[in-house]
C-alpha cells in the first residue's frame, strides 16, 4: 500500500516538474560534504590514533573547509534557480487550491 501512494505522489509530481537541476545540485553537494569532508576528517580524528596538535588542526580544517564549499556552492548554483522554484511552488499551490 505504502509503495503504491510513494508512486503516485511521484508519478503526479514528475508532470509538473520538468528540470532536476536544483536537485542534483543538492545531493552532490551533501556526497562531497560527506564523502570528501566529514567522513575522512572523522575518521583522522578518532580512528587513526593520532596526537599532535597539527593532525587535529588539520582534519578539523578538512571537515570546515568541505562544509564551507558547499554551502558557497549551494548558494552560488540555486540562486538562479529559486525564483524558478518559487514559482512552481506558486503553481503547485494553486493547482490544490
Same mark, same amino acid.
Given at each position: 500500500?505504502?509503495?503504491?501512494?510513494?508512486?503516485?505522489?511521484v508519478?503526479?509530481? $514528475?508532470?509538473?516538474?520538468?528540470?532536476? =537541476?536544483?536537485?542534483?545540485?543538492?545531493? =552532490?553537494?551533501?556526497?562531497?560534504?560527506?564523502? &570528501?569532508?566529514?567522513?575522512? =576528517? /572523522?575518521?583522522?580524528l !578518532?580512528?587513526?590514533?593520532?596526537? $599532535? &596538535?597539527?593532525?587535529?588542526? *588539520?582534519?578539523?580544517?578538512?571537515? /570546515? !573547509?568541505? /562544509?564551507?564549499?558547499? &554551502?558557497? *556552492?549551494? !548558494?552560488?548554483?540555486?540562486?538562479?534557480? +529559486?525564483? *524558478?522554484?518559487?514559482?512552481? !511552488? /506558486?503553481?503547485?499551490?494553486?493547482? $490544490? +487550491?
Amino acid at each position: 500500500m505504502r509503495t503504491g501512494v510513494i508512486v503516485l505522489v511521484v508519478t503526479i509530481c $514528475s508532470l509538473w516538474v520538468r528540470e532536476l =537541476g536544483p536537485l542534483n545540485a543538492i545531493i =552532490g553537494g551533501m556526497q562531497v560534504v560527506s564523502y &570528501i569532508g566529514v567522513l575522512p =576528517g /572523522v575518521c583522522g580524528l !578518532f580512528l587513526l590514533d593520532r596526537t $599532535s &596538535i597539527i593532525w587535529r588542526a *588539520a582534519m578539523l580544517g578538512l571537515i /570546515v !573547509f568541505a /562544509v564551507v564549499a558547499c &554551502i558557497v *556552492a549551494f !548558494f552560488e548554483y540555486l540562486e538562479p534557480h +529559486a525564483r *524558478a522554484c518559487s514559482k512552481l !511552488f /506558486v503553481v503547485m499551490a494553486q493547482l $490544490s +487550491a
